[in-house]
């Protein structure tokens, strides 16, 4: 069965950093575009980032522009998403996502292939 896994979430003080990484088993990522989406208790999904299928072009929700960083490494079949400067409304479960997409750039609202299992990001005092 084709997978997505996540690793890195926790808890974090305001103003720290962590780096979510998502896995692909099963399939290759060369031919995807990847995407994290969150979501926080009582909200909705929120799309946060996106990278195209080469690592080429990226996009940012508002939110977190400036503050987080997506990147794609083809060659380990992974991706990461950095985040610095957290606040505590970046706490929510953050998802790792493949859309089967050969354009030059991503979109971050776009319907998803694969979907990973989640991690939670809590950012607290």
């Known amino acids: 069965q084709l997978q997505l896994v996540e690793s890195g979430g926790g808890l974090v003080q305001p103003g720290g950093s962590l780096r979510l990484s998502c896995a692909a088993s099963r399939f290759t990522l060369d031919y995807y575009a990847i995407g994290w989406f969150r979501q926080a208790p009582g909200k909705e999904r929120e799309g946060v980032s996106c990278?195209?299928?080469?690592?080429?072009?990226?996009k940012y929700a508002d939110s977190v522009k400036g503050r987080f960083t997506i990147s794609k490494d083809n060659a380990k079949n992974r991706a990461s998403l950095q985040m610095n400067s957290l606040k505590p409304e970046d706490t929510a479960v953050y998802y790792c996502?493949?859309?089967?997409?050969?354009?030059?750039?991503?979109?971050?609202?776009?319907?998803?292939?694969?979907w990973g299992q989640g991690t939670q990001v809590t950012v607290s005092s």
């Open positions: 996502t493949a859309v089967y997409d050969l354009s030059r750039e991503c979109k971050i609202d776009t319907e998803q292939d694969y």
């Open positions: 990278i195209n299928f080469s690592g080429t072009s990226t």
